[in-house]
């Protein structure tokens, strides 16, 4: 009588572990990608929050300048804002290209 050298067949087996090989990639894989993503996200928000703290630090100048220097207020009132002095008349230069 034939003696049996295991449960599974050969091929069985075989075929086994190379979908356990290729669901193990698959796993890896996307772990890999996923990651890649986020890493990604990542450094876009970082380059955000520096972008932040930059804009942050100028308005804080601005607010120190608007708080404590009244020509720097004039100048913000005037050309931001057209106001003008009582008294002053305002001459308005319109150039050719305006006028198209």
Not at 7 to 31: C, E, N, T
Not at 35 to 58: D, H, M, S, T, Y
Request: negative net charge; hydrophobic residues 45%.
């Amino acid at each position: 009588m034939m003696e049996k050298k295991g449960k599974y067949p050969f091929k069985v087996v075989l075929i086994a572990i190379l979908l356990l090989i290729f669901f193990l990639a698959y796993l890896f894989l996307s772990g890999y990608l996923n990651l890649r993503k986020v890493g990604q996200r990542l450094a876009r928000i970082e380059e955000e929050n520096e972008r932040l703290v930059q804009e942050n630090k100028r308005l804080e100048e601005e607010i120190k300048a608007l708080e404590g220097d009244p020509f720097y207020i004039e100048k913000i009132a005037r050309e931001e804002l057209g106001m003008v002095k009582k008294g002053e008349i305002v001459y308005e230069i319109i150039s050719s290209e305006e006028e198209k």
